[in-house]
């Protein structure tokens, strides 16, 4: 299993980005799916989650600016992030927990990660 993100890059403070995150492997299904993100010199901390496609969590920090959403379709979880400040600065990991048969455990899997910069 593999997560290939994209998207990131360098922004104005007030602007958007959108990332994704396409999961590639032989897999049976995809649980949760989210977003974590570390800042230089910080810990790795949750953004968002989407559990399936009706559910969405956000850390206090996104509510309001940010929106996750995935496409269950193409094994996909978006991040669109709004009214960015400089403190949004961080490299963003995608995530997902993916079992490999039913009712099989599931195994979480990160990206690599993607280096968002906020800055004029």
């Known amino acids: 299993v593999q997560l290939q993100a994209s998207g990131g890059g360098l922004v104005q403070p007030g602007g958007s980005l959108t990332l994704s995150c396409a999961a590639s492997g032989n897999m049976f299904s995809i649980g949760i799916m989210g977003w974590y993100r570390q800042g230089l010199g910080s810990e790795r901390e949750l953004v968002a989650t989407?559990?399936?496609?009706?559910?969405?969590n956000y850390a206090d920090f996104a509510k309001g600016r940010f929106t996750i959403s995935r496409d269950n379709a193409n094994n996909t979880v978006y991040l669109q992030m709004d009214s960015l400040r400089s403190e949004d600065t961080a490299v963003y990991y995608c995530?997902?927990?993916?079992?490999?048969?039913?009712?099989?455990?599931?195994?979480?899997?990160w990206g690599p990660g993607t280096l968002v910069t906020v800055s004029s």
């Open positions: 989407v559990p399936n496609e009706e559910t969405t």
């Open positions: 995530y997902a927990e993916v079992a490999f048969k039913a009712r099989g455990i599931r195994f979480a899997y």
